[in-house]
């Protein structure tokens, strides 16, 4: 099994292994560093609403606490939770419409984006109903409203930053705020170095520093704190599948640039043929295994 369709989510464990969000196939493949090809761990019976069935999977994480994967089974609008025990099936925790992207804290809390709610919500463990975060005050444009969310990054001091995908911004929420801060883009749909075009992936350094997956644009964008406008990092010159081209970029690899600061000192050094998207165009991954 050497084949992709439409890899939307990327998890880099701490052994190097890749868990990816299949989203074409209905499932969960695992990938061991230098490996040709990967093994399904989770769904793979087709599409479907069962316990051992996804459907358009948008998302992975693994809780090492709890031995276990997160999944963001988006079609089924559902979180489950899969053992990471060879388990044949997952149990539902979240059961809620729209749960897509998912990141986890330091502290283990679990952070789900709702593109239906236009919001982010933050899950204890064993918690029936979630607390929200970031929007949920309707579809919108103001500083406290969200238009279809993606994907989450959450810091040390837990404040959410989240692409706010048609308003074409990264917002950040500080803990407890009733309102969002734009830390990238925000100034309507464009190519220019101050905008944004559908943003996904994101993550941010110790100095604030935004990195988005801009995705109708087809580019890695880095913007500084403050900063009213980004630098192209990758890609920018059209939709390609050349070395210096990225084809809708959507997951950012926030576990490897998240654990290994190196990557953060400047991005620019990471062999462009390596890839830093996942794209919607059946890339099989091989020279991201590479890079690994």
């Known amino acids: 099994m050497n084949q992709l369709n439409r890899p939307v989510g990327v998890l880099v464990d701490d052994d190097q292994t890749l868990y990816i969000a299949d989203w074409g196939n209905h499932r969960i493949v695992e990938w061991k560093a230098g490996a040709t090809c990967g093994r399904v761990v989770a769904g793979g019976n087709g ?15 693994v809780d090492k606490v709890r031995d276990c994967f997160l999944i963001g089974d988006s079609g089924n609008h559902r979180v489950l939770r899969w053992s990471l025990r060879g388990a ?19 502290q283990g809390f679990l952070f789900v984006t709702n593109w239906l709610g236009h919001e982010v919500k933050r899950w204890l463990p064993g918690e029936t109903q979630g607390t929200v975060v970031a929007g949920g005050n309707g579809i919108g444009s103001r500083l406290n ?13 837990r ?37 944004l075009n559908f943003p ?9 520093t935004v990195y988005v997956a801009d995705r ?6 880095r913007w500084p704190k403050g900063a009213t406008e980004g630098e192209i990092l990758v890609g920018g010159i059209g939709a ?9 970029p959507i997951a950012y690899l926030q576990e490897i640039l998240k654990d290994h600061p190196k990557y953060l000192q400047d991005l620019k050094e990471i062999d462009i043929g390596s890839r830093l998207d996942l794209c919607p165009n059946h890339f099989h ?3 991201l295994l590479n890079m690994i």
């Open 285 to 287: 991954l091989l020279h």
């Open 240 to 248: 390609g599948s050349a070395s210096n081209q990225l084809n809708q």
């Open 47 to 61: 599409l479907g609403s069962r316990a051992d069935q996804l459907n358009y999977p948008h998302d992975v994480i």
């Open 159 to 195: 404040s959410v930053y989240v692409s706010d995908g048609y308003n074409n911004r990264v917002m950040k929420w500080v803990e407890g705020a009733k309102e969002g801060i734009v830390v990238a883009g925000g100034r309507g749909s464009g190519n220019s170095l101050s905008q």
């Open 88 to 106: 044949t099936s997952g149990e539902t925790i979240i059961n809620e419409g729209g749960a897509t992207f998912l990141t986890m804290d330091e």
């Open 145 to 157: 409203q969200l238009n279809c969310t993606r994907k989450v990054f959450v810091d040390r001091d």
């Open 216 to 221: 109708h644009n087809h580019r890695i964008m």
């Open 200 to 208: 996904e992936g994101v993550i941010v350094d110790q100095f604030g």
